[in-house]
């Protein structure tokens, strides 16, 4: 029986080609899935909303792609960097924005997907309101440093997080968030990942590193200290289901000669034939906003 994957995602203009690749790769590699996909837009031009929904007219697996937009005035003094923009912190929103679903996956743009995703979208979560990957810097000090309460130093990587809607709902986890940004300003040296581990301290589930195969881990910049969690670490580095092009360092970028470019220049040639052919036919849909 197909099942019906539900991909939440942000881009802006700059990383519309990551976010196409992303998608293109994802229904590529899962075509007995259907996906809808849901585009937090953040001032995509109009070209690239034809790109995008050019994906449905490729891909019979692809149902639906809606652009949706989210109150930026929430994030105005929230802490940003030349990389960390203030469109990072909209995933905050997505829950509340699409509370009709029971369950999302929010994925980062910087991803290709290398595998099935069945299995994750299946994950039981028992009861925690996320699942996400350990982040591959393995601060566990940093809860501590926050001055949050917790019983289990763990930090996970905001990039992948498969996201019980309704419990989110039901803790009003977006509001506790939003809150804590304002409160601590000066505090979240890791932007929105600090204030989402902050209010979701002991409540999310730990997924296996294969879906969330963030670049320090493909480089070994740093060991676990949990053998066992190590071992994960290496199955992930061989068989990743999701590659996340984690820190400033692009595939897009040939300057920054990245490591893993392969996963991602492998499937320009398509991601740019798809982009001629929406160029090259009449354009009758519209873009669906939500």
């Known amino acids: 029986m197909s099942i019906t994957i539900k991909i939440a995602s942000t881009s802006n203009h700059e990383f519309c080609t990551p976010l196409m690749t992303l998608y293109v790769s994802i229904l590529e590699q899962n075509p007995a899935v259907t996906f809808e996909f849901f585009i937090i837009d953040d001032h995509l031009w109009p070209l690239d909303h034809r790109y995008l929904n050019a994906l449905c007219q490729q891909y019979s697996n692809c149902r639906q792609i809606s652009f949706l937009h989210v109150d930026s005035r929430s994030y105005t003094h929230a802490a940003t960097n030349q990389r960390i923009i203030q469109a990072a912190y909209y995933r ?48 566990e000090a940093r809860l501590t440093q926050m001055g949050v309460p917790h019983q289990q130093a763990r930090y996970f990587n905001s990039g992948l997080m498969l996201i ?14 939003k809150t804590f940004i304002a409160e601590h300003p000066k505090q979240l040296r890791y932007h929105d990942q600090d204030a989402l581990n902050a209010i ?28 066992v969690e190590e071992r994960h670490n290496e199955a992930a580095r061989q068989a990743p289901v999701l590659l996340h092009y984690s820190g400033y360092r692009k595939p897009w970028k040939p300057a920054d000669n990245h490591p893993a470019a392969a996963a991602f220049n492998a499937y320009q040639p398509l991601v ?19």
Request: with cysteine; hydrophobic share 35%.
């Open 92 to 139: 905050i929103d997505l829950p509340e924005t699409l509370r009709q679903h029971h369950c999302l996956l929010y994925l980062d743009c910087d991803m290709i997907c290398r595998g099935d995703l069945r299995p994750l979208w299946q994950q039981d979560l028992h009861g925690n309101i996320i699942g996400a990957v350990e982040d591959a810097g393995y601060v």
């Open 164 to 177: 019980d809607v309704q419990r989110w709902r039901q803790q009003q986890i977006s509001q506790q968030v």
């Open 200 to 227: 979701l301290a002991d409540h999310w589930l730990r997924l296996h590193p294969k879906y969330n195969a963030q670049s320090r881990l493909i480089w070994r910049e740093q060991k676990h200290r949990d053998p």
């Open 272 to 290: 740019q034939k798809i982009k001629l052919k929406a160029l090259n036919q009449p354009h009758h849909r519209q873009a669906k906003k939500a």
